[in-house]
Structure formats: C-alpha cells, structure tokens
C-alpha cells in the first residue's frame, strides 16, 4: 500500500507570499497525483490532476510539479482564500485511493 | 450544473446500521464512476468505497470492508453506502464524489454520522 507524507503540517505566510507544499510517495505513482483543497466546513475542491494539470476553473497562480515519488504544489502569490487545507492524493496503486495527512496553511 | 447531495446521517448506536444515500443531478449519472470519501472531526480524508459505472465492479477500504456496501440505481441517479456493525471510528462527515478519469472532480456537502451510546 502506497504511503503519501505531505509537509510541512502547517505552513504560515502572509497573503502575496509563495507557498510550496509537498508530497511524497512511498513508491512511485508516475504522475497520478492529485491535490484537493479544503476550507473549513466545506468539501475538497480538486485543483491539480495527472500532477501537474489545473482542473477547471483553477487560478493560474496554482501549479503542480513531480513526478514518481517527490511531488510539489506551488501557490505563486497567496490570496486570502488560499488559506485552506490541501491534501494529495495517489491513483496509480489502486485501490485503497489513499490521501496524504494534510497541509495546512494559515495566515501569519 | 452538477450536483451531489447526500442524505441519511445520523446518530447511531454502535452496532447499528444506518444508509446513506447521495442524489446526482446535472451530469449523466450512469456514465460515471463514483466513490464515497470520510472524514473524522479534525482528521484528513480517508477514501472508503468505490463502484464502478454500471455497479460491476467494487472495490472497499480495509477499514470498512465486510460491514459496508456500496450500490447505485443509475435509473435513479443514486448512490448508497450501507454501513454495517458501525463503530466508534466511524465517526466522520461522509462525502460522495464523482470520479472523473481517476480524479474526484464534484463533491457532495457531507453528511454527519455519529457512532456513540
């Protein structure tokens, strides 16, 4: 079962930063990664599919990188509705759909 | 506008039985594969359950395998989650989410289930 670690837990910037958010699998997933993004109280948004492809109605400041085991979610310049939970999530060892823990990122 | 709505939460027992039910609209239900996603009070999201298009093939967690069961009445455009001899752990919020080419695109708001004495 492949494992996905995200880090850091917790990311603090203030709005206009980068952000840069990780994950990484336990072996490799090619490019079967996705990253959700999750305000409270409300349901995952899909933002990045296939590792790097923005799904529709993303901003451009979203981008994802990576590929086999060590993936990145860039956030060009933080707005203040990024400021969320963002998860990933591998497809390629199929089933369990299994999700990374989480990053969280806040305002400082 | 594709919709997702799930229905049948509650507060249960441990070792009781409860069914949830999400209503598609929107989209073409039939063509679609669909999964049921969890998430426990301040926790991350744990994928539960998958079923196909045409309900052919299935596919659990580990965690809930033998106690749920997954089913859809594409003539309904409805998706279900039978859970059975539910558990403490069990608590979450449960989302239903479409499966577009591998990726969970449309999600539900979520539904509450309370597994507590």
């Known amino acids: 079962e492949i494992v996905l670690t995200q880090s850091p837990a917790t990311l603090s910037l203030s709005p206009g930063e980068r952000a840069t958010l990780s994950c990484r699998a336990s072996?490799?997933?090619?490019?079967?990664l996705a990253w959700y993004q999750q305000k409270p109280g409300q349901a995952p948004r899909l933002l990045i599919y296939?590792?790097?492809n923005r799904a529709t109605g993303i901003p451009a400041r979203f981008s994802g990188s990576g590929s086999g085991t060590d993936f990145t979610l860039t956030i060009s310049s933080l707005e203040p509705e990024d400021f969320a939970v963002y998860y990933c999530?591998?497809?390629?060892?199929?089933?369990?759909?299994?999700f990374g823990g989480g990053t969280k990122v806040e305002i400082k | 506008e594709v919709q997702l709505v799930e229905s049948g939460g509650g507060l249960v027992q441990p070792g009781g039985s409860l069914r949830l039910s999400c209503a598609a609209s929107?989209?073409?239900?039939?063509?679609?594969?669909m999964n049921w996603v969890r998430q426990a009070p301040g926790k991350g999201l744990e994928w539960v359950s998958y079923?196909?298009?045409?309900?052919?093939?299935?596919y659990y967690a580990d965690s809930v395998k033998g106690r749920f069961t997954i089913s859809r009445d594409n003539a309904k455009n409805s998706l279900y989650l039978q859970m059975n001899s539910l558990r403490a752990e069990d608590t979450a919020v449960y989302y239903c989410?479409?499966?577009?080419?591998?990726?969970?695109?449309?999600w539900g708001q979520g539904t509450l289930v309370t597994v507590s004495s």
């Open positions: 296939d590792a790097s």
């Open positions: 079923i196909s298009s045409s309900g052919s093939t299935i």
């Open positions: 929107g989209f073409t239900f039939s063509s679609y594969e």
């Open positions: 999530q591998q497809r390629s060892n199929w089933p369990p759909g299994a």
């Open positions: 989410a479409r499966d577009s080419n591998d990726n969970f695109d449309y």
């Open positions: 072996q490799s997933v090619s490019s079967y």
